[in-house]
Structure formats: structure tokens, C-alpha cells
């Protein structure tokens, strides 16, 4: 069965200081991978997916991640942090072959940025 | 993107009794609707998949008479808890996708709904 875990449940970094959020999936290929952020009290809102064109993904708000097949992994960074970008972030995994399959939610990480 | 909305937003309720949740896709067919449940601190733990037209898809340990989903529309999906109790608690989010896509297809979410069972 198709599952993503992420490392670290809470990170906290400095206003300014690199963002790095870890996901790892297990899955048969292809994998279909996506990162959503979650603010309070609110719905989830899509950062970035990968779709198998490029390795290199870049998403809203400054955000990207990178698909690493030999490391099974598809970490999303940020260069420099704002305090807004304090959420929780949650990597996905779609199981399935078409957008009729349902999509599994990694445990998810808080981000908290430190002023 | 697509615009999921989930209504209400926030509802509290005696014990025994039944609410109903509202998911529309307001600028897209959602052939395919999904009900997620998320506790404090947590992440989402998905309830169902349910297509328009077809009975829903439940996930294991979910009960189904407990927690009723209507797909009638290709806009319109319900999630009704029946005779909710205190531990029915929590954070209910919608997800709709468009059908017959490649996978990589985004979900789009609802805001969410805030039970408080009473």
C-alpha cells in the first residue's frame, strides 16, 4: 500500500533561515506526490505536485520540492522563511491511476517560524 | 484554482441528534468526492471516497450508518452524522477532484467544519 511519512512532526526555524520539510513515500511507480499546507482552523491548499515532467518542482510562495526516486523522497524547501509561511504542511500520495482514487495524507509537520 | 465550499463552517449540537454538512464545487464537476476527519493536532484521516451517483466507498473502521455521504449531483456532496455523540467531536474536510484525470490531479478542499457535540 502506498504511504508517505514525514520526519519531524514539529520543525522551527528563524525568520530567514532555510525551510526543509522531509517526506518519504513508499509506492509501486509511479508515485503521484503533492504538498499542502494547512492553516488554522482552515482547509488545506495545494503548494506543489510533482507530475513526473521535471525532478525539480516548484510551487506557491516560494516553496519547491525535489522527487529523489533513489532516495524515495520528495522534500520541500524554501530559501528564507516568513513568518506567514508558519503552518502545518502535509505530503500526499495519491493511490490510484486516475483522480478517481483517493489521495493519503502524511502525519504532517508544523512549521514554526521564530521572529 | 478550483473553489471547494464547505458549509457550515462551524456547528455545535445536542447529543442525539443528526448534522448535515454541505461540499459544492462551485466551478467544477467533482466527479469524485472525498471525507476527511481530523483530530487536534493530527493529520487527515480519510472517511470515504464517494462518486457522484454511486454509493460511497467506506474506509475501514468508519461506519457507514453512523455517517451517511450523499452524492447526488456532480456539485453536491453530504456527510450526515447521525445521533452524533461527544466523540463525533472534531474537524470534518471535503476534498473534491475532477474524474477521469491523470493522477496527479490536485484535490481541492473545502474550509472545513468544526463539530462540537454537546
Known amino acids: 500500500a502506498q504511504s508517505v511519512t514525514q520526519l519531524g512532526s514539529h520543525v522551527s526555524v528563524s525568520e530567514g533561515a532555510l525551510v526543509l520539510l522531509r517526506c518519504n513515500y513508499s509506492?509501486?511507480?509511479?508515485?503521484?506526490l503533492f504538498w499542502y499546507v494547512q492553516y488554522p482552523n482552515q482547509g488545506l491548499q495545494l503548494l506543489l505536485k510533482?507530475?513526473?515532467?521535471?525532478?525539480l518542482v516548484k510551487g506557491i510562495n516560494g516553496f519547491e520540492a525535489e522527487f529523489k526516486k533513489s532516495e524515495t523522497s520528495f522534500h520541500l524547501t524554501k530559501p528564507s522563511a516568513h513568518m506567514s509561511d508558519a503552518a502545518e504542511y502535509f505530503c500526499a500520495v495519491t493511490k490510484g491511476g486516475t483522480s478517481y482514487d483517493k489521495v493519503i495524507f502524511g502525519p504532517g509537520t508544523s512549521l514554526s517560524v521564530i521572529p | 484554482g478550483a473553489v471547494v465550499s464547505q458549509h457550515p463552517s462551524r456547528v455545535i449540537c445536542k447529543s442525539g441528534t443528526s448534522v448535515k454538512i454541505e461540499c459544492r464545487s462551485l466551478?467544477?464537476?467533482?466527479?469524485?468526492m472525498f471525507w476527511y476527519r481530523q483530530f487536534p493536532k493530527q493529520s487527515l484521516m480519510l472517511m470515504a471516497t464517494s462518486n457522484e451517483g454511486s454509493k460511497a466507498t467506506y474506509e475501514q473502521g468508519v461506519e457507514k450508518d453512523k455517517f451517511l455521504i450523499n452524492h447526488a449531483s456532480l456539485t453536491l456532496s453530504t456527510l450526515t452524522v447521525t445521533s452524533a455523540h461527544p466523540e463525533d467531536s472534531s474537524f470534518y474536510i471535503c476534498?473534491?477532484?475532477?474524474?477521469?484525470?491523470?493522477?496527479?490531479?490536485?484535490?481541492?478542499f473545502g474550509q472545513g467544519t468544526r463539530l462540537t457535540v454537546v
Open positions: 510533482y507530475t513526473s515532467a521535471a525532478t
Open positions: 509506492s509501486s511507480v509511479p508515485p503521484y
Open positions: 476534498s473534491a477532484r475532477a474524474g477521469g484525470l491523470p493522477a496527479n490531479t490536485e484535490a481541492f
Open positions: 466551478d467544477f464537476q467533482a466527479t469524485t
